[in-house]
């Protein structure tokens, strides 16, 4: 027996001295004496793409993360060498790459700080199991080093001391410790001395990160396969770093159709058709409003997707055209297994056309979910994509369902250890034939992604909505999200606040969590309490398993349904200021809810919060995480800010205890801030809204606020159909003065604006609106004093008696 015990000594591998270098444009290639290459791409002058190889070549440079749209272009490359190494500059950043090691050193260009340095930097494992490399690279960790970001991550937000796996996986009922779940989003964010720089390693395999745990001053990253292959961001701000990677990995390709920002209600199962109209008839009667009703797998013939169960549903169409006539868009679940039915349609067109992954030797890959035996579509195959996109002709064109929701895409097998599809499983990877080990994280990604264009074909001229549980970087293209199946208790509101905010940070804002929890049942108080994070979350759903009681706004008590109808109002109420911040997230990528630390990152007190965000640009919220509360300590950040309930002004920088008994939470307002808000409504489109009022808080000094408006639905929007509106206010000690600007061909429907000033330091003696006075009898006064003004006002003045 021959065994090769030399090669099983090698260990760890290293990069030997550079050389030799070459240019290519904006790609340098730095070679070492043991075939390393190192190839280096300039991509702006604040990204820098490093991608290594060990054996002297590059495979096809494929990615399903990062978007054709991203920008790139720098305004300057120079490239130096001394003896030592050589240094790339560009007009933010400078790169040194050691001669002796390849190991890289970042710096700011401008005051020339180390940001970011190797500790050994890349290096190598033969992977005797598989063939090629476990890829490894290791950073040095600065004093006071801060991580955040990495996708669904249920713990603490700040990563330091912890190490996480990315593999997608079905995780029913996770806890704060349960690692991976559902997502797999390898980007994080560094921050030291108030420098923030960003690192997104684009490989698929599974990946793992160690944040300064292992040893306490290095943070490494590795991945089973695939290549050493990393973007580097350069803040220096937090928020400068999210949107760059946010811009790299794609913007939502479309706003939603604004009724997906309202409230939904779902559960596993409402059937028959029956209790769907109980359902939705019950909130008209009771008057919460709401947008969507969800129809889980029970719809299906024996859960075969693309099929009804005609006893539960007779008249799918018909429901579905009832529904919509009472406000409520219909969204239904679609997973990835086919069950093996050789009388199904959907089964035998898959099988006819070679459309099902198969084992390594051949047989197809088989597994059990919900429909019992199933097989599975190769998502990763374009053609594959394509069939797919075009089942939904039927269920959107003909039966009229808005939106689809994609499940157990990680893939979920059921009855096996690993919960999912065996390594050997072969994919077409877009032209690049590989195992599962590479396809598992973007399986899907790509399911949803031909769900998407499904929807995107048939819903036109509408927009689509599509929402998925598994996700890679890159998904926020296509749809939004959910945080999978969590648990009804006090430490999963807790969960979910963090994983909204860190899917944010890690460019997925389309985001909530199944409000209430999945399994289990809560409390009133808890139900409560997660509706009122719920209106701060930019994907607003009620779901539950559905064998634990019911789930619906009114299942509790009546004091229960009071307060999460007033909560569920204040969302109805926030709409255009939200849809201004998802304006802004699919315009520049800018995260829609922002933690602390990505609002203030000088200030230190940040690095560490938790629970307080900013959603939006200028409404701070905290949830209320503890029964029997009457109030909380809250962090609130530097500035003045107003009590929402109270009007009262807060000097932040400092913890402070807020009273928030179980009809409140606390909520803040930045000062300077014009707050944009519909009145309610029982559903989008309920009201022909001729009026918004500016909730304006009063400031001495300057601030900016925005209102975005468009059709709510459709594409106009894209050629020049929308309506952007900016408030400059002054405030001084005896004027108030609002400057607007105005962009855009869209013709708001609404006329007027209802004035409404609060916190103003003076009485008002005049109105001046573009140099015309207005008579003050129009001013109507109880606490803030408010009048109605064209909505093509360019300079409101209200002037001290
Ligand atoms: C999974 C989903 C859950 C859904 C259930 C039945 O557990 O995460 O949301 O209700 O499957 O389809």
């Known amino acids: 027996m021959i065994t090769n015990t030399e090669l099983e000594n090698k260990g760890n591998q290293f990069p030997s001295k550079i050389i030799g270098f070459e240019k290519d444009v904006d790609k340098l290639y730095f070679s070492t004496d043991n075939d390393v290459i190192l190839q280096l791409t300039v991509v702006r002058d604040s990204l820098l793409r490093f991608r290594y190889t060990t054996v002297g070549n590059f495979d096809n440079d ?20 001394n003896e030592d190494c050589y ?13 002796e090691s390849l190991r890289i050193s970042l710096f700011d260009v401008k005051d020339g700080v180390l940001i970011n340095e190797d500790e050994i930097g890349f290096h190598w494992e033969e992977s005797y199991q598989y063939g090629g490399n476990i ?16 996708g669904d991550k249920p713990n603490h937000l700040n990563l330091k001391g912890k190490r996480y796996n990315n593999w997608v996986t079905d995780s029913y009922a996770y806890g704060k410790d349960t690692d991976p779940i559902y997502k797999a989003i390898p980007f994080y964010t560094g921050l030291h001395h108030d420098k923030a720089y960003g690192i997104f390693f684009d490989n698929t395999f599974k990946t793992s990160f160690d944040f300064a745990q292992e040893r306490r001053n290095v943070t490494s990253f590795w991945a089973q396969g695939g290549e050493m292959n990393y973007y580097f961001f350069y803040g220096p701000k937090m928020s400068d770093v999210v949107e760059s990677y946010t811009d790299l990995t794609g913007k939502p390709h479309e706003l939603p159709p604004l009724w997906a920002l309202g409230f939904h209600q779902c559960k596993w199962s409402y059937y028959p058709e029956s209790k769907v109209k109980e359902i939705t008839s019950t909130f008209r009667k009771l008057e919460i409003p709401c947008d969507a009703i969800y129809l889980d797998i029970d719809y299906m013939d024996g859960f075969r997707c693309f099929t009804w169960n005609k006893e539960y549903f007779p008249d799918p169409k018909g429901m579905v055209k009832e529904l919509k006539e009472q406000g409520f868009k219909t969204v239904a679940i679609i997973d990835p297994g086919i069950k093996i039915d050789k009388d199904y349609s959907v089964f035998k067109e898959a099988l006819e056309k070679d459309y099902f992954c198969k084992r390594a030797d051949g047989p197809y890959m088989k597994g059990k979910v919900w429909p019992g035996e199933c097989y599975f579509p190769d998502f990763t195959n374009p053609e594959v994509r394509d069939w797919w996109s075009g089942l939904f002709k039927e269920l959107i064109e003909e039966i009229g369902i808005k939106g689809v929701w994609n499940d157990m895409n990680e893939p979920a097998v059921m009855e096996v250890p690993n919960k999912t599809f065996p390594d050997d499983v072969r994919h077409d990877y877009d032209g690049n034939p590989c195992s599962h080990r590479k396809a598992h994280n973007v399986y899907g990604m790509q399911m949803a992604r031909a769900t998407y264009q499904g929807l995107k074909k048939y819903s036109y001229p509408k927009r689509p909505f599509v929402i998925t549980r598994a996700a890679y970087s890159g998904t926020q293209r296509y749809t939004s999200t959910w945080t999978g199946d969590n648990v009804a208790t006090w430490e999963h509101l807790w969960i979910a606040n963090i994983q909204a905010q860190r ?13 209430g929890g999945f399994a289990e049942q809560p409390q009133g108080e808890l139900f409560t309490r997660w509706i009122q994070l719920g209106v701060f979350h930019p994907f607003f759903r009620v779901h539950s398993s559905g064998d634990h009681g019911d789930q619906e706004p009114w299942a509790f008590d009546e004091d229960v349904t009071d307060i999460v109808r007033k909560f569920i109002e204040i ?14 997230y699919a315009d520049h990528g800018t995260p829609i809810l922002k933690s602390l630390v990505l609002y203030d990152q000088e200030d230190v007190h940040t690095h560490y919060r938790t629970d307080e965000f900013i959603f939006g640009e200028q409404i701070l919220a905290c949830p209320v995480l503890e029964p029997n509360a009457k109030g909380r300590r809250m962090y609130v950040p530097r500035g003045n800010w107003y009590d929402y309930w109270t009007d009262e002004i807060v000097k ?17 307002i930045k000062e300077g801030t014009v707050i944009p808000k519909y009145p309610i409504q029982q559903y989008v489109g309920e009201k022909n809204i001729d009026e918004i009022t500016l909730e304006i808080y009063y400031k001495k000094g300057k601030e900016s606020s925005e209102l975005y408006s468009d059709a709510n639905d459709g594409f106009d929007y894209k050629k020049g159909r929308y309506s952007l509106r900016t408030f400059k206010l002054t405030g001084r000690t005896k004027e108030l003065i609002i400057n607007q600007h105005k962009e855009g061909k869209f013709i708001t429907p609404y006329e007027t604006f209802k004035i409404k000033v609060h916190g103003l330091p003076f009485e008002i003696g005049e109105i001046q609106i573009d140099n015309e006075k207005i008579p003050l009898n129009h001013l109507v006064s109880n606490g803030t004093s408010s009048f109605v003004v064209d909505k093509n006002f360019s300079e409101l003045h209200i002037i001290s008696k």
């Open 62 to 81: 494929f990615s399903y993360a990062i978007t054709k749209y991203a920008s790139t272009g720098y305004n300057k490359l120079e490239i130096e060498e």
């Open 87 to 99: 240094i790339v500059i560009t007009s933010k950043l400078r790169c040194e790459i050691s001669k």
């Open 135 to 150: 890829v490894k690279m290791s950073k040095v960790s600065n004093d006071g080093e801060s991580y955040y970001g990495l």
């Open 503 to 515: 899917l944010a940070m890690s460019g997925f804002s389309f985001a909530g969590s199944d409000i």
């Open 571 to 584: 969302r109805y109420q926030l709409l255009p200021y939200l849809y201004t911040a998802f304006y802004n």
């Open 652 to 668: 932040g920088g400092k913890e402070m205890w807020v009273d928030s008994d179980i009809d409140s939470m606390p909520i803040f």
